[in-house]
C-alpha cells in the first residue's frame, strides 16, 4: 500500500463531489471523501456515499471511506448505526483497513451515544 501523508481538505460543491465520486479516479474520490465528510452539510448524503465506496478495490480509497465516517460523527455527532456498524464490522476482517475501522468505530463511540 502507498505511504499514507497528511493533505488538507479543501472544500468541493455538492456538484464537485459528484464529479469526483463518479470519475472513477482513486484520488479524486479520496479527495470527494473527506472533502465531504467535513464540509458536506447533508451527513446522510456523505453517509451513503462512504457505505458505497466502503468495499472498493483500491485500499487507500477503502480508507477514505471508512475514516470519514468516523469524521462524520465527530463532525457532525450523527450517522445511521443500523447501517454504518454493520458495515464497519464487515469490512473489519481487512487487514487493509483494520486499523482505521476499530479508529472510526472508537470516534463514533466517543461522539454518538450508542444504545
Not at 458505497?52 to 470519514?68: E, G, M, N, T, Y
Request: with cysteine.
Amino acid at each position: 500500500m502507498a505511504e499514507l501523508k497528511y493533505e488538507q481538505v479543501h472544500w468541493q460543491s455538492r456538484a464537485q463531489l459528484e464529479k469526483s465520486l463518479a470519475s472513477g479516479d482513486s484520488e479524486q474520490i479520496r479527495s470527494a471523501l473527506y472533502s465531504a465528510a467535513w464540509h458536506e452539510e447533508n451527513w446522510r448524503w456523505t453517509q451513503e456515499n462512504c457505505l458505497k465506496f466502503i468495499r472498493h478495490d483500491d485500499p487507500l480509497v477503502r480508507w477514505a471511506a471508512v475514516l470519514s465516517l468516523g469524521y462524520i460523527a465527530q463532525f457532525r455527532k450523527k450517522l445511521d448505526l443500523d447501517k454504518v456498524l454493520p458495515a464497519l464490522h464487515d469490512v473489519r476482517p481487512d487487514p487493509a483497513i483494520r486499523s482505521i475501522v476499530d479508529d472510526a468505530l472508537e470516534m463514533i463511540a466517543l461522539n454518538i451515544k450508542l444504545q
